[in-house]
């Protein structure tokens, strides 16, 4: 029988490894087969995918009405295309809010059938109970401090997270019992770059930074925003390494122009 080890992806402790290296971890979201090839031949440390799934594939105006279904089908596309990325796969709302087993008993699933190989879900202190529950059963999780969309109706609008001392000190002491827990990583979204600076000194898993300065130890963007594929509004944090929204719509009316004028199909895309 053959030992050969067939997993070719990163692990959760090749990323752990990076912060005590210094390398910066690079994360980007991915949504289906085609982006997920593009990203993982690119080297990409991390794809995530994410619930702005809800926002940026099925035209929601929140991540609120992601179902696990939705979110299984779009982890197995991205997962059939990654040999070299780690894949973390996010629970959408109300997937482990509800009680621990099914937390844990969904987090399985996107491992189970979607080859996954981490989960990510949102919350402080008062999720540390189900992440020790999942991280003990053999389920990596990425934690999530700081502007959580999930709960944007309490929050109130998608604003910068912990600039208030108190607020401050209980992301760090949030983070701190998440890696207690057993998180091999956190993301920190919308916060102040000194308050990221702190905690990512205060703990020993790496921190995942969006709109949270340069000093985590790795960044993650929504890959539509890198890609600037919307022409509607972009938060301050979203650097657009291209345009291709107008792009798309440069080649889909070249197109339709040629079609109307008879000129595509030419003779070389044509049978003899
Ligand atoms: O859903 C998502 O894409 C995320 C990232 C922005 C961190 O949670």
Redesign the pocket.
């Given at each position: 029988m053959s030992t050969q080890n067939k997993i070719t992806r990163k692990t959760t402790a090749d990323i752990k490894k990076m912060k005590v290296s210094g390398e910066k971890i690079t994360?980007l979201?991915a949504y289906d087969y085609a982006m997920s090839s593009i990203l993982d031949e690119c080297n990409i440390d991390i794809i995530?995918v994410?619930?702005?799934?809800?926002?940026?594939v099925l035209g929601y105006d929140t991540?609120l009405p992601v179902t696990m279904e939705d979110m299984l089908h779009h982890t197995k596309a991205v997962s059939r295309a990654a040999k070299n990325a780690l894949i973390v796969a996010?629970m959408p709302f109300l997937s482990y809010q509800v009680s621990t087993k099914e937390a844990f008993s969904n987090a399985g699933r996107f491992l189970k059938e979607a080859d996954a190989q981490a989960i990510?879900l949102?919350g402080g202190r008062d999720f540390a109970e189900i992440v020790r529950k999942i991280t003990s059963s053999g389920i990596p999780v990425m934690a999530?401090l700081g502007l959580t969309?999930q709960s944007i109706h309490q929050i109130g609008g998608y604003k910068v997270q912990g600039k208030k001392d108190e607020d401050a000190h209980r992301i760090i002491e949030d983070a701190k019992i998440l890696e207690q827990a057993g998180a091999f990583s956190i993301?920190l979204?919308c916060v102040p770059e000194a308050l990221a600076s702190e905690v990512t000194k205060s703990i020993s898993i790496p921190t995942?930074g969006?709109g949270a300065g340069v000093h985590c130890d790795g960044q993650?963007?929504?890959i539509n925003d890198l890609l600037g594929m919307s022409e509607r509004f972009t938060p301050k944090f979203v650097k657009k390494y291209a345009n291709l929204n107008s792009e798309i719509k440069k080649a889909v009316k070249n197109y339709i122009g040629e079609v109307k004028n008879g000129n595509f199909p030419d003779s070389e895309h044509s049978f003899k």
């Open positions: 994360v979201t995530l994410g619930d702005s799934l809800g926002n940026v991540t996010d990510k949102e999530h969309p993301v979204e995942i969006i993650v963007l929504v």
